[in-house]
T-cell receptor, first 116, second 110 residues
Framework: GAVVSQHPSRVICKSGTSVKIECRSL??????MFWYRQFPKQSLMLMAT?????????EQGVEKDKFLINHASLTLSTLTVTSAHPEDSSFYIC????????????FGPGTRLTVL | TQLLEQSPQFLSIQEGENLTVYCNSS?????LQWYRQEPGEGPVLLVT?????EVKKLKRLTFQFGDARKDSSLHITAAQPGDTGLYLC??????????FGGGTRLMVKP
């Protein structure tokens, strides 16, 4: 199978602090990883596309300076929420692209961020 | 912007009933995927449909891709409480980027 993990699964932080979320593909290499945000009772919204060794591509309306993405290896991408505020509280989900020719993404279990 | 409209948004039915969820767009997608998501977890892929008119079955779930590859449906036969969850359709576009529909929250009552 294709397993994607996320760490941490839950994080609570104070307003103004930064939080790093890790996304790992455990049994395959992922050239591309994606970061999504999901608010309660809503669908997934793509935040950015992360390509190994290059800058991430952000969707319209997503602040690249606030949501820092690093994809330093073929199995790890990180999302850092800088100077977090309560409105950043959400469920953050990553996915990894195992085989671009098959339009298949494998999703992580998500990270619940709560900013107090 | 390619949008996917999913309907209904919420569905509450009794065990044993049938249901259909629809996913519609004005755009063509290279493929369309259906996911199921449990609370507090990531989406789990159920099926990918690629060819216009394609029908795939997964036990009591039947997935269909429209002839023009703009729409899809998910039909569940004899729903069970274990089918309760959030069902999401997603269309694939260039670069394997996914556009998600708004989701259908299904509740099956015993």
């Amino acid at each position: 199978g294709a397993v994607v993990s996320q760490h941490p699964s839950r994080v609570i932080c104070k307003s103004g602090t930064s939080v790093k979320i890790e996304c790992r593909s455990l049994d395959f290499q992922a050239t591309t990883m994606f970061w999504y945000r999901q608010f309660p009772k809503q669908s997934l919204m793509l935040m950015a596309t992360s390509n190994e060794g290059s800058k991430a591509t952000y969707e319209q309306g997503v602040e690249k300076d606030k949501f820092l993405i690093n994809h330093a290896s073929l199995t790890l991408s990180t999302l850092t929420v800088t100077s977090a505020h309560p409105e950043d509280s959400s469920f953050y989900i990553c996915s990894a692209d195992r085989d671009q020719s098959r339009d298949t993404q494998y999703f992580g279990p998500g990270t619940r961020l709560t900013v107090l | 912007t390619q949008l996917l409209e999913q309907s209904p948004q919420f569905l509450s039915i009794q065990e044993g009933e049938n249901l259909t969820v629809y996913c519609n767009s004005s755009s063509v997608f290279s493929s369309l995927q259906w996911y199921r998501q449990e609370p507090g977890e990531g989406p789990v892929l159920l099926v990918t449909v690629v060819t216009g008119g394609e029908v795939k079955k997964l036990k009591r779930l039947t997935f269909q891709f429209g002839d023009a590859r703009k729409d899809s449906s998910l039909h569940i036969t004899a729903a069970q409480p274990g089918d309760t969850g959030l069902y999401l359709c997603a269309g694939a576009r260039a670069g394997n980027m996914l556009t998600f529909g708004g989701g259908t929250r299904l509740m099956v009552k015993p």
